[in-house]
C-alpha cells in the first residue's frame, strides 16, 4: 500500500512526519509517486498563523473531490483530477484515506472531523503513538474509530527521512513561556525534555544510517532539563550545555559519521553564558546561532511577554559575537503588533543594524483566536503592517548582502548534499554558517565534507571552487 504526507509549518512538523514515515516503511508501504495515486494520505498542520489554517482548509475542500473521483461517485468532478479517474478507471474504486495530524488537529481536535466528514483521522498531539493501530485499521480495511490521546507526549525513536545527511533529533517538546501571541503553548502543551539515553539511541542509530549533520530541535530548545541515568539508583537532571557537551563526547567515543551539530528554536532569556561558551568552543557544535528577538522595542517585547528587554539582548549578542567572533546570526522579526508605534517600528529597524543579522524571518502580526493578544486593544491596521513589512525585508536583504559578502574570498567546509538542477557537473552544500554553496565537483562527493573557496556570491548563493 502507499502513503503521501503534505507537511506545514515548522521544522518540528518536519520531523514528526519523517518519524511517521519510519512506521509506514517498517509495515512494508511505499511512498506514492503521486498524491492522487496514494492509498493513504497524512496532511501535517500547522496553527501558527491564520493563514496556515486557511490553506489546510483549502486543501480540505481539494481531498473531498479527491475522494468522490477515488471513489467513483456518479457526477465526481474530475478536472484537475486525471491521474485518479485514469487510476480508478483502471482498477476499480480505491478508497482513499485522509488523516490530519499537528497543531490545528490538536486545536481542532473535537470539531475537526465533524465539519470535514472527508477526513477519516484526527490525530492529535498527544496521539501520535496511535498510528501503529490506524495502519492495521486502513490494511484490514475497517472503518475507522476515534483515536484516542495520551496524557503524556511520546518522543518517537528517530526522525530521520530516508537518504538524508541532515536531519532533525526533537529534544524537547512544548513551551512554558505563554508569549502573548502565540498558540504553541496551548496546542503543544507545557514542556517535555526527552531523556539523555533516548537521545544518544537517536544519534546511534542516524550515525548507522550515514547522517552527517543532525540539529537538536524544541520548541524552546535552550530550556532543555532531561535526565540521565548515571545508575540504577542514581538519575542526574542535565541542563542544555551539558546536553550539547555530552552528545559531542558521543560523537567522538562512537567514531561517529555526524559531524555538525546545530540546534533551534532558542529563547534569548535562557541562552546562558555557559551556552555561549560551549558553542564558542565545540568543534562539532556550527557557529550558527538563531536567536528570535521578535522585536525591538522594549514596550512591545513586554506587551509580547517575551520576557527580556531591547538591551538585554543586545547585551547578550554582545557576548556571542565576543566569544565566537566568526557566528552567523539569524532571527525571527514580527511586525504591526498591537499598538505598535512608528518609533517601536523605527526600534526594530535601529536593532537590526546594530546586530547584523545574515539571515532573519520576518512576518506580520497574525492574530491567533484563544491568545491575549488577539483581544489587545490599538490592532494596527493590515496594509500599515505591510508596509513596515517591506520596509524591514529591505533593510534586512541590504545587511545581508554586506555580511554575505564580507565571506567571498575565504575557504571553507561545506557538507555537499545534493546535483545542482541548474547544472548538473555542480554540487549544491552547505557551510556551518548555514549558507549555500555551488561548485564543480563529481557526484561521489555527495555526503562529504569538502574545502571549497568561496569565489563569488549570487543572490543568497555563493559560488565556489573545490579545493583538493
Not at 525534555?193 to 542516524?206: A, F, G, N, Q, Y
Not at 520576557?307 to 557576548?319: A, G, P
Request: hydrophobic share 35%; proline share 3%.
Amino acid at each position: 500500500m502507499t502513503y503521501f504526507f503534505e507537511t506545514y509549518g515548522c521544522e518540528m512538523n518536519i520531523a514528526e512526519s519523517a518519524s511517521v514515515e519510519q512506521i509506514f516503511i517498517s509495515r512494508g508501504w511505499t511512498k506514492a509517486s503521486d498524491v492522487q495515486l496514494a492509498d493513504l494520505v497524512i496532511i501535517n498542520t500547522c496553527s501558527v498563523r491564520a493563514t496556515a489554517e486557511t490553506r489546510i482548509f483549502g486543501r480540505l475542500g481539494f481531498y473531498d473531490g479527491l475522494k468522490r473521483v477515488r471513489a467513483k461517485e456518479p457526477g465526481a468532478k474530475t478536472r484537475t483530477m486525471e491521474a485518479a479517474a485514469e487510476y480508478v478507471e483502471k482498477n476499480g474504486a480505491i478508497p482513499l484515506t485522509l488523516i490530519v495530524m499537528g497543531c490545528m488537529a490538536e486545536r481542532l481536535l473535537k470539531s475537526l472531523k465533524k465539519d470535514f466528514p472527508q477526513i477519516d483521522y484526527v490525530v492529535g498531539t498527544y496521539a501520535k503513538n496511535k498510528f501503529g493501530d490506524i495502519i492495521t485499521e486502513v490494511e484490514n480495511g475497517l472503518a475507522p474509530q476515534n483515536v484516542e490521546e495520551e496524557p503524556v507526549y511520546t518522543f518517537a525513536e528517530t526522525s530521520y527521512e530516508e537518504g538524508a545527511f541532515s536531519t532533525f533529533v526533537p529534544i524537547m517538546h512544548g513551551c512554558n513561556n505563554f508569549c502573548t501571541y502565540c498558540i504553541v503553548p496551548y496546542v503543544r502543551g507545557r514542556e517535555v525534555s526527552r531523556p539523555v539515553s533516548e537521545i544518544l539511541h537517536e544519534v546511534d542509530v542516524l550515525s548507522s544510517r550515514g547522517v552527517k549533520e543532525i540539529t537538536l530541535l524544541g520548541q524552546n530548545v535552550n530550556s532543555y532539563s532531561g535526565k540521565l541515568e548515571k545508575n540504577e539508583q542514581s538519575v542526574e537532571v542535565i541542563n542544555f550545555p551539558s546536553l550539547l557537551r555530552i552528545i559531542s563526547e558521543h560523537l567522538d567515543k562512537t567514531s561517529s559519521s555526524i559531524k555538525w551539530i546545530r540546534f533551534e528554536s532558542s529563547n534569548p532569556k535562557d541562552f546562558s553564558d555557559e551556552l555561549i561558551a560551549v558553542v564558542a568552543s565545540d568543534r562539532h557544535i556550527c557557529k550558527s546561532l538563531h536567536v528570535a528577538v521578535q522585536h525591538g522595542s522594549t514596550r512591545i517585547l513586554k506587551k509580547m511577554n517575551r520576557k527580556y528587554s531591547r538591551e538585554e539582548y543586545l547585551t547578550l549578542v554582545e557576548k556571542i559575537y565576543r566569544n565566537i567572533p566568526d557566528v552567523a546570526l539569524s532571527t525571527d522579526i514580527m511586525l504591526g503588533f498591537p499598538s505598535e508605534t512608528d518609533e517601536d517600528f523605527n526600534d526594530v529597524l535601529s536593532l537590526m543594524k546594530e546586530v547584523q543579522y545574515e539571515m532573519a524571518f520576518m512576518y506580520y502580526y497574525n492574530p491567533r483566536e484563544g491568545t491575549p493578544a488577539a483581544s489587545m486593544p490599538e490592532q494596527v491596521d493590515i496594509e500599515v503592517k505591510k508596509e513596515r513589512l517591506q520596509k524591514v525585508i529591505d533593510t534586512q536583504l541590504s545587511i545581508q548582502a554586506e555580511k554575505m559578502q564580507k565571506r567571498v574570498g575565504s575557504t571553507v567546509t561545506v557538507l555537499a548534499d545534493i546535483i545542482s538542477r541548474d547544472n548538473r557537473n555542480e554540487l549544491l552544500g552547505k557551510t556551518e554558517h548555514n549558507h549555500r554553496v555551488a561548485f564543480e565537483g563529481k557526484p561521489g562527493l555527495i555526503g562529504s565534507f569538502v574545502k571549497v573557496h568561496i569565489d563569488s556570491l549570487s543572490g543568497n548563493t555563493f559560488r565556489g571552487t573545490l579545493v583538493n
